[in-house]
């Protein structure tokens, strides 16, 4: 392979990013973390009869209502869906120098193996080990005609309902906790002793409790069908910007609406049938829930794409979103500071703040994260072309150090020479 051919291997530049990408990775980070922080706060795992203790008990039912309806599974299923889109903008690119491109794409997802091991070390709700194992299957349907792409993506997304099928016969009810302490109980370890360790101020002890959340948590990838559910989404994603979703054909109030009616009546009958999404189907009617929340959750999922796209396009648009803009150039570096925020501000080791609050403050402080991230990330871009986190990577992937500093940094540290 000439040198001429791989030296054209490399990450877009400015003019390559599409701005409305980057506005809704900064919105799917938004989400994420709403979704996340009941993790770090120890809100799930907190028992109900504590949680009845506590101010403003009586927004609890409320806000998880609404966050169950309008955030949890649909911003994960953005994200998923992005991580597509941007497999198929690279791979666009390169489709006459594949042998190269996949090498280096490879060494990428290599590296956020590793990156997702360690943060899953330290926070067992990791999704970026996941994501990179996933991705190498998924780069495997790269060269497959649209049509098929999409096939495959409907076919991934629905196969978790066979294994919910084999179960419902063979086994109903495997590995079900007999009764539901708090939002998250384990069949090995009561609600109660999981916040105490967390809450402990003991490295180990956290480290320990970690690492039994992280055993459950890849377990609970089998109820949940998540691995496929991820697949499905990459091919997903990659197909709908072969279709030009997100700059053309998404750009349409009639397909926000549809997506938005079809999503929200999905929702609201599932709702209605009642089951759970993290155990495996007890009954029809368990089976026809997750199947329904499921096709519900992307219809969602799409319609939020949708009406952003539409917005961003507007005379006003690249400005409003520009915060979310600002936070999705630096998804990866935002992503991984959650957790550090999340443990600083709720385990023992630091604040110890989590199992003492209710949804309204914790939901503040999400907010208040989330306004600091977009501040963060605006001050950043200002100086330095890619974030800190994103810069490494890039290095480790390529295999060459990049620039980090942009035009702007350079320019202000010429002048305090002069001065």
């Not at 991230?373 to 490494?392: D, H, I, M, R």
Request: hydrophobic fraction near 50%; include cysteine.
């Amino acid at each position: 392979m000439s040198n001429s051919t791989t030296s054209t291997i490399g990450p877009a530049t400015g003019k390559q990013r599409l701005g409305v990408i980057d506005a809704l990775r900064g919105f799917a980070i938004l989400g994420i973390l709403f979704a996340n922080i009941l993790s770090w706060s120890l809100f799930k795992f907190t028992p109900f009869t504590t949680l009845e203790q506590l101010p403003y008990y009586e927004l609890n039912d409320t806000l998880y209502s609404l966050l169950s309806f309008f955030i949890d599974t649909k911003f994960y299923s953005i994200f998923s869906i992005l991580f597509g889109v941007g497999f198929f903008i690279q791979y666009d690119r390169q489709r006459n120098n594949q042998e190269a491109f996949l090498k280096v794409y490879k060494r990428r997802l290599s590296f956020l193996i590793l990156f997702g091991f360690i943060h899953m070390i330290i926070w067992s709700g990791d999704i970026l080990m996941l994501y990179g194992m996933m991705a190498f299957i998924f780069i495997e349907f790269r060269n497959l005609p649209p049509k098929k792409i999409l096939n495959w993506a409907v076919i991934l997304l629905a196969f978790p309902l066979i294994t919910d099928l084999i179960v419902m016969l063979v086994s109903p009810g495997w590995m079900s906790p007999e009764v539901s302490l708090a939002k998250k109980t384990y069949i090995d370890q009561d609600p109660a002793s999981v916040v105490a360790a967390f809450e402990s101020g003991n490295l180990l002890v956290t480290i320990k409790q970690n690492l039994h959340n992280v055993m459950w948590r890849w377990f609970d990838f089998l109820p949940s069908g998540r691995p496929f559910k991820v697949l499905g989404l990459f091919l997903l994603g990659f197909y709908l910007q072969s279709q030009n979703f997100f700059t053309d054909k998404g750009r349409s109030w009639k397909v926000f609406g549809g997506f938005f009616t079809v999503g929200a009546l999905a929702h609201f009958i599932g709702y209605q049938i009642g089951g759970s999404m993290a155990l495996f189907a007890s009954t029809p009617s368990d089976l026809a829930y997750k199947g329904i929340m499921v096709f519900g959750q992307i219809c969602l999922a799409l319609s939020y794409a949708s009406l952003l796209s539409i917005i961003y396009y507007t005379k006003w648009g690249e400005t409003i979103f520009f915060p979310l803009t600002a936070v999705g150039k630096m998804s990866f570096t935002n992503y991984l500071s959650h957790t550090f925020f999340g443990i600083v501000l709720f385990y023992g080791i630091g604040f110890g703040l989590g199992g003492q609050l209710n949804l309204a403050p914790i939901f503040i402080i999400a907010v208040l994260m989330y306004a600091f991230q977009v501040a963060y990330s605006y001050f950043w871009l200002k100086y330095f072309k890619f974030g800190p986190l994103e810069w490494g990577w890039k290095c480790l992937t390529y295999k060459k150090k990049f620039p980090l500093r942009n035009s702007t940094y350079e320019k202000l540290k010429a002048a305090k020479k002069a001065a």
